[in-house]
Protein backbone atom coordinates (compact mmCIF):
# COMPACT_ATOMS: atom_id res chain seq x y z
CA UNK A 1 0.00 0.00 0.00
CA UNK A 2 1.50 3.79 -1.01
CA UNK A 3 1.69 6.08 1.48
CA UNK A 4 1.90 9.68 1.86
CA UNK A 5 4.80 11.84 3.43
CA UNK A 6 5.31 15.21 4.28
CA UNK A 7 9.20 16.29 5.33
CA UNK A 8 9.37 19.84 6.49
CA UNK A 9 12.18 21.51 7.97
CA UNK A 10 11.91 24.44 10.10
CA UNK A 11 14.76 26.59 10.97
CA UNK A 12 15.07 28.44 13.75
CA UNK A 13 17.59 31.48 15.29
CA UNK A 14 19.26 28.64 17.34
CA UNK A 15 19.26 25.40 18.04
CA UNK A 16 18.43 25.92 21.50
CA UNK A 17 14.98 27.06 20.32
CA UNK A 18 14.51 24.47 17.86
CA UNK A 19 15.11 22.34 20.95
CA UNK A 20 12.44 24.23 22.81
CA UNK A 21 9.83 23.61 19.91
CA UNK A 22 10.99 19.89 19.61
CA UNK A 23 10.22 19.11 23.13
CA UNK A 24 6.71 21.16 23.04
CA UNK A 25 5.66 19.27 19.85
CA UNK A 26 6.57 16.01 20.83
CA UNK A 27 3.98 15.42 23.68
CA UNK A 28 1.75 16.15 20.66
CA UNK A 29 1.14 12.07 19.91
CA UNK A 30 -1.15 11.75 16.67
CA UNK A 31 -4.13 9.86 17.81
CA UNK A 32 -3.83 6.17 16.53
CA UNK A 33 -7.27 6.69 14.97
CA UNK A 34 -6.12 9.40 12.64
CA UNK A 35 -3.83 6.59 10.69
CA UNK A 36 -1.02 9.33 10.48
CA UNK A 37 2.27 8.95 11.82
CA UNK A 38 5.02 11.65 13.00
CA UNK A 39 8.56 12.07 13.85
CA UNK A 40 9.74 15.01 14.78
CA UNK A 41 13.74 15.30 15.43
CA UNK A 42 16.45 18.30 15.88
CA UNK A 43 19.56 18.76 13.30
CA UNK A 44 21.58 22.28 14.74
CA UNK A 45 19.06 24.90 14.57
CA UNK A 46 16.66 23.36 12.20
CA UNK A 47 13.58 21.27 13.12
CA UNK A 48 12.83 18.39 11.09
CA UNK A 49 9.36 16.41 11.52
CA UNK A 50 8.29 13.79 8.96
CA UNK A 51 4.56 13.00 8.61
CA UNK A 52 3.37 10.13 7.15
CA UNK A 53 -0.34 8.41 6.55
CA UNK A 54 -2.06 6.13 4.86
CA UNK A 55 -4.51 8.43 2.60
CA UNK A 56 -3.64 12.29 1.85
CA UNK A 57 -6.81 13.73 3.87
CA UNK A 58 -5.31 11.70 7.07
CA UNK A 59 -2.40 13.73 5.89
CA UNK A 60 -3.28 17.48 5.04
CA UNK A 61 -5.20 17.25 8.24
CA UNK A 62 -2.17 15.60 10.47
CA UNK A 63 -0.08 18.78 8.57
CA UNK A 64 -2.78 21.49 9.14
CA UNK A 65 -2.65 20.39 13.30
CA UNK A 66 0.95 20.60 13.40
CA UNK A 67 1.16 23.89 11.59
CA UNK A 68 -1.26 25.48 13.98
CA UNK A 69 0.55 23.79 17.05
CA UNK A 70 4.22 25.34 15.49
CA UNK A 71 2.57 28.62 15.35
CA UNK A 72 1.57 28.90 19.00
CA UNK A 73 4.97 27.28 19.74
CA UNK A 74 6.66 30.26 17.62
CA UNK A 75 4.39 32.91 18.65
CA UNK A 76 5.25 31.90 22.40
CA UNK A 77 8.78 32.03 21.67
CA UNK A 78 8.64 35.57 20.28
CA UNK A 79 6.70 36.83 22.86
CA UNK A 80 8.82 35.49 25.66
CA UNK A 81 11.99 36.07 23.93
CA UNK A 82 15.30 34.12 23.03
CA UNK A 83 15.96 31.19 25.78
CA UNK A 84 18.33 33.03 28.78
CA UNK A 85 21.45 31.45 27.84
CA UNK A 86 21.37 33.07 24.11
CA UNK A 87 20.41 36.68 25.50
CA UNK A 88 23.52 36.26 27.75
CA UNK A 89 25.66 35.07 25.19
CA UNK A 90 24.55 38.14 23.23
CA UNK A 91 24.81 40.71 25.87
CA UNK A 92 28.64 39.18 26.11
CA UNK A 93 28.99 39.88 22.77
CA UNK A 94 27.88 43.41 22.35
CA UNK A 95 30.01 44.30 25.68
CA UNK A 96 32.94 42.91 24.03
CA UNK A 97 32.49 45.19 21.14
CA UNK A 98 32.38 48.39 23.36
Known amino acids: MDMFEANL ?4 PSSK ?3 IAYHSLRV ?3 PSRGGAKKVLSVEENTLCVK ?16 FDLLI ?3 KTLERFGPPLN ?13
Open 17 to 19: EAE
Open 72 to 74: LVV
Open 86 to 98: TWITDVAEERSWN
Open 51 to 66: IVAKEARQLRVSVNSF
Open 9 to 12: SIPF
Open 28 to 30: DVE
